[in-house]
């Protein structure tokens, strides 16, 4: 009989379900577990936080469409995890944390000063879709199997196994067989009922003005040939989450892109149907309620979610469909085909042609800002010029308080699944680490990532990360040198009337809302990365250039105005999205 370890186990495991990279700092306690990986020809990725393991799993998740695995060790791996998985559950990326913890004779409950101890599944099981320690070595496969489950089921998000040290590398005489994923989780997408699509495609056709809208349940899917011919047979407008963006490119003449707020309003206040497809519409989606969205009395929704838990969550569902939304979106357009020509289409053209020239005006007074040149730039410039510099298809990370808003605000979403940010946590920092998991996850083209100072300020040493694996990510970092955002609320708070009038406030006039400089570009090339600095508009096309002839990581220190800088478009929409909507 051969000699196993409970690490030996589970790195088979994760080799039987195609894991290929596993992110995470290197111990002791789980070397039986990490040497196993590296025997079966499982990378392991190594950043220099393991807050950032869980980024770069989240983000290799989403991209990708795999299992994202991260690892930490007992104790003080794992309290630097736990940020890392918060955001990640929230954002629902499919990750797997695997944990050492100390032996079972001195934990749960701890004895009484045991070394890097503490409650460790206590905390995570808290913020997690499923989080347990394994007993004994006979249960590591069984458990192993049950957290997999649960990685592959409902919404997606972060699931944690954690396995004590002499578990992990004790080797014990045993044959334990590994099972293949279709023997112990679902491996086929839910199918819809026939019923269901009937019903849905009989709501649709009697529609007046039926909308669609997109969550990120899209990109889990990859539905997005499905949703635009859905779509496309309708004639209907689609607006999406955040998360969503760009699912129906927002070249697309039926896209309502997210940052046309007051179009995105006037479309869901015309709309007598929507079909809600992958979204929860929580927060950021003004929670479906009235103003924002036309009173439940007056739309109807068709709800299509592969987690029951969110069907009529937040507005209440006519139709509530559990399935894939590929498989769904697929049927129903089969379905309308059928159909073609019962629906007023002429009327839905000549709305959708108003919101289109809505957003054409909206955008035109957006690009306004581009004819400014000033020195240092309006970062209306950077989103932009990166846009036409990067290639097609080149995933964009934004990251920031107000650099956030103005990324998006002037990048257009062409290209399904290229966008990553923290859309429901605001993470400052985590976009460092989802560039690193996006440049592993395309290895064959850049990563754009532009990025707060402050954001960046939380983990400049993962450049270091970039440069050791010869990942292409470009950091455009805003300098400001304040925590521009809430510097901006903060003013609006002291004083109003002033804040207006001269647009900032003077230096001893808010509290705490300003940095010192960090020279980023110096920073990148004391760790081995391409480095420069520009504040001319005019200088940042050849900046970026270069950066990209480089071939790898670099960092570009971007100057803006600060006062500019604060006025971010939109603010005070995002202002409003935190309070409680009037209506239902
Ligand atoms: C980790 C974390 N801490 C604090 C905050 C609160 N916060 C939101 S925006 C912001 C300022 C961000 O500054 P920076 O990254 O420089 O972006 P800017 O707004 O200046 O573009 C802060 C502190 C947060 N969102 N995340
Ligand atoms: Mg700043």
Not at 180 to 206: C, F, K, N, W
Not at 469 to 492: E, H, P, S, T
Not at 555 to 578: E, R, Y
Request: hydrophobic share 40%.
């Amino acid at each position: 009989m051969t000699e196993t370890s409970g690490g030996e186990i589970l790195a088979r495991m994760l080799q039987a379900e195609g894991v290929e990279k596993v992110f995470g700092i290197i111990d002791g306690t789980y070397f039986g577990f990490y040497s196993s990986l590296h025997t079966l020809g499982i990378e392991i990725v190594t950043p220099r936080h393991e807050t950032c393991a869980a980024h770069m799993a989240g983000a290799y998740a989403r991209l990708t469409g795999r299992l994202g695995v991260c690892m930490a060790s007992n104790g003080p791996g794992v309290a630097n995890l736990l940020p890392g998985l918060v955001v990640e559950n929230a954002e629902g990326n499919r990750v797997l944390a695997i944990t050492s913890c100390r032996r079972p004779q001195i934990v749960y409950p701890d004895r009484g000063g045991t070394y890097q101890a503490f409650d460790q599944v206590g905390a995570i099981s808290h913020f997690s879709k499923w989080s347990h320690s394994v007993v004994s070595f006979d249960r590591v496969a069984e458990l192993g199997r049950t957290a997999l489950r649960h990685c592959f089921e409902g919404r997606p998000g972060v699931v944690h196994l954690d396995v004590p040290e002499t578990i992990m590398n004790g080797k014990v005489k045993a044959e334990v067989a590994i099972w293949q994923p279709h023997q112990y989780r679902r491996t086929e997408a839910i199918v819809p009922s026939p019923g269901q699509i009937e019903r849905a495609a009989d709501m649709l056709a009697a529609a007046e003005l039926p909308i669609v809208h997109a969550g990120s349940g899209v990109i889990h899917a990859g539905a997005y040939d499905e949703l635009r011919r859905v779509a496309e047979l309708l004639h209907a407008p689609v607006t999406t989450s955040w998360a969503g963006r760009g699912v129906l490119p927002e070249t697309h003449e039926l896209s309502v892109p997210m940052a046309f707020i007051k179009v995105n309003h006037e479309v869901r206040n015309d709309a007598d149907l929507v079909l809600v497809v992958g979204s929860r519409l929580g927060e950021t989606d003004w929670w479906g309620k009235a103003p924002y969205w036309r009173h439940p009395s007056q739309q109807q929704m068709i709800q299509v979610d592969s987690d029951g838990h969110i069907l009529g969550a937040n507005k209440p569902a006519a139709l509530a469909v559990l399935a894939d939304a590929k498989l769904f979106l697929a049927a129903l357009a089969d379905r309308l085909a059928t159909r073609h020509g019962q629906a007023n289409l002429d009327a839905r053209r000549r709305k959708m042609a108003t919101y289109r020239e809505a957003i054409r005006s909206e955008r035109a007074k957006l690009d306004e800002k581009l004819e400014d040149m000033a020195v240092p730039m309006n970062p209306a410039h950077i989103a932009s010029t990166c846009q036409q510099v990067f290639p097609e298809g080149t995933v964009l990370v934004a990251d920031g308080g107000n650099t956030a808003v103005w990324a998006m605000m002037f990048h257009q979403m062409r290209v399904p699944n290229t966008i990553l940010s923290t859309f429901k946590f605001g993470m400052l920092g985590a976009g460092v680490a989802q560039a690193l998991g996006a440049a592993i996850a395309r290895p064959d083209q850049p990563v754009c990532c532009i990025i707060g100072d402050g954001a960046m300020g939380f983990h400049p040493q993962e450049i270091e990360t970039a440069v050791r694996n010869g990942l292409r990510a470009i950091y455009l970092v805003v300098c400001d040198r304040q925590w521009g955002m809430v510097k901006m609320n903060q003013q609006f708070a002291l004083k109003p009337i002033k804040t207006l009038i001269r647009k900032s406030l003077g230096p001893d006039e808010t509290i705490n809302a300003d940095l010192g400089e960090i020279r980023f570009d110096k920073l990148a090339e004391s760790m081995g990365a391409h480095g420069e600095r520009v504040a001319d508009p005019r200088e940042l096309r050849p900046a970026i250039e270069r950066a990209l002839a480089s071939g790898g990581p670099a960092v570009i220190h971007v100057d803006v105005d600060p006062v500019k800088h604060m006025w971010a478009p939109g603010l005070m929409h995002f202002k409003d999205m935190h309070l409680e909507p009037k209506g239902k």
